[in-house]
């Protein structure tokens, strides 16, 4: 298995080791596999029996062979990011039935209660074995509005050659998220709180990283979404949520996914299931307001937003402005042409704001041969579904959540359809307040965390501050 980037016409070729700690190809462009490998019912039927036998930690390792064949110690790997005591439940990723034909599958029993954490804890364990054999280490520089930051920590915490340095806005996370992250002592995870918004936090980033010479004097890297070994980690989760909700052996009846969307990460390990062949019906796309994607899979437009017009909504983690994963998917649809992805990203996108392929017969054979359907909602509807869901199932769900169940409900689809929970609750306390009149249960596993000691820094909105501060730690 070799990956190569959408943008390059060339297509030459990188080994998965290559590419574990890059970002961006050098063209801009994504890594992706030259092909999704075929698996087949007497395969998934073996999975089936694994995952009674040796659990999720086995599956994962059988499955992420298959994209990273000369990865030393996959088996180690996964049996250290999936076990029982990274995660609440030895299931990983249970599955749990609604009254109406809906499931869900519940990614977020990680430690920073989201489902980053399961491709994150891959990541973590996949960077320290990757970073030893090579002799090098790493200082992450990322800056988080919530989840991907604490996911990131939680992952990257106690790996041999590895920091973090994470930039917050202070004071705009929920109190929650704040205490997750700042509650961490171990002195190789650097919480660093910004004063200012987000995107000044992600501009600091990118004046540093953009140094190239501070940059490789410091061993600098990232962990963003685009990673690809973050997709193939998620693809196990499709496979076994799939494996749970059909358990008879030698079923092929097809399941759908609804999931709840921002960078088209998540969903996107669910198009590569769906392409490697398992049996999956309809990939349901949820949005929220920023209903950047939901516009695209019904009008054949992908028009990315201005900051200034991203809506700052109840599931914030899904406020983009464009979709950094999606490209993968365009790159697939244009059967692996990177020139037709170089004229709509690198040209159209990047002078115009926007591209339009309305007109194309592979944007018409979507529905049909990628099985891909959308949907959006609104903060109103996030509320209604918060508290349905909670009136007849006794079951309480985020917000990110919501705005899945909402669009998966709104559509009856035929067969189980598998809403992919992305957070607990607990992280979104007002809202859920604001749905229910009541606070969210806290997970044993976090009670207290908000009166636990503090380990952040506070610096002024100054690059030269933030040089000065990672210079001084590495
Ligand atoms: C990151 C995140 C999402 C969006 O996932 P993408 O991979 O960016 O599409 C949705 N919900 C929650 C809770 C998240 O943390």
């Not at 007497?42 to 089936?48: C, S, V």
């Not at 954490?117 to 280490?137: K, N, P, W, Y």
């Not at 996107?268 to 994607?293: C, D, F, W, Y």
């Not at 199932?393 to 409900?409: F, K, N």
């Amino acid at each position: 298995m070799r990956y190569l980037s959408t943008r390059d016409v060339s297509g030459s070729l990188h080994t998965f080791s290559d590419i574990l700690l890059a970002g961006l190809a050098d063209d801009g462009g994504l890594y992706v596999p030259e092909y999704y490998p075929n698996i087949d019912t007497a395969q998934l039927d073996h999975w089936r029996v694994l995952l009674g036998t040796d659990g999720y930690a086995a599956v994962a390792a059988d499955i992420l062979r298959l994209f990273a064949p000369e990865l030393a110690d996959l088996e180690g790997i996964c049996a250290r990011a999936y076990n029982d005591s990274v995660f609440a439940t030895p299931q990983i990723v249970p599955v749990s039935e609604l009254h109406d034909g809906l499931w869900l599958a519940h990614l977020s029993e990680g430690p920073s209660a989201a489902f980053k954490d399961l491709a994150m804890q891959f990541l973590g364990q996949a960077f320290e074995s990757e970073l030893s054999r090579r002799g090098e280490v790493l200082n992450i520089l990322g800056a988080t509005s919530g989840d991907t930051g604490s996911s990131a920590e939680y992952a990257m915490l106690g790996r041999r050659g590895i920091r973090v340095f994470m930039l917050t806005p202070a004071g705009r996370m929920t109190p929650f998220q704040q205490a997750q992250m700042y509650s961490i002592q171990d002195p190789a995870i650097v919480n660093i709180a910004v004063d200012g918004v987000f995107d000044d936090c992600q501009d600091l980033v990118k004046a540093v990283s953009n140094d190239l010479e501070f940059k490789a004097a410091h061993h600098i890297g990232a962990v963003n979404s685009i990673n690809w070994a973050r997709v193939a980690a998620q693809v196990v989760y499709y496979t076994v949520g799939y494996l749970r909700v059909r358990p008879a052996l030698g079923s092929a009846d097809p399941v759908s996914f609804c999931v709840p969307t921002g960078n088209f990460g998540n969903i996107l390990a669910g198009h590569v299931a769906r392409q490697m062949g398992v049996p999956i019906s309809k990939l349901i796309l949820a949005t929220n307001e920023n209903n950047v994607l939901d516009e695209f899979f019904r009008t054949g437009v992908y028009r990315v937003r201005a900051a200034t017009d991203v809506h700052a909504t109840s599931s914030p983690s899904m406020d983009i402005s464009k979709a950094s994963n999606f490209e993968r998917f365009i790159f697939d649809l244009f059967h692996h042409d990177a020139a037709k992805v170089r004229e709509l990203f690198g040209d159209q996108l990047a002078t115009q704001g926007y591209f339009d392929i309305s007109m194309t017969a592979e944007f018409a054979a979507i529905p049909e041969r990628y099985g891909f359907v959308s949907g959006s909602s609104t903060h109103a509807d996030r509320l209604q579904a918060i508290r349905s869901v909670w009136e007849t199932d006794a079951v309480m769900i985020d917000p990110h959540t919501a705005d899945g169940v909402t669009v998966a409900r709104r559509g009856r689809y035929p067969g189980p359809v598998i809403v992919t929970e992305t957070a607990l609750p607990v992280k979104f306390a007002d809202t859920i307040e604001e749905a229910l009149g009541r606070l969210p249960e806290t997970p044993s596993r976090f009670a207290g965390i908000e009166n636990l000691p503090r380990r952040v820094i506070d610096i002024p909105n100054d690059v030269e501050v933030l040089r000065k501060l990672i210079a001084a730690a590495t």
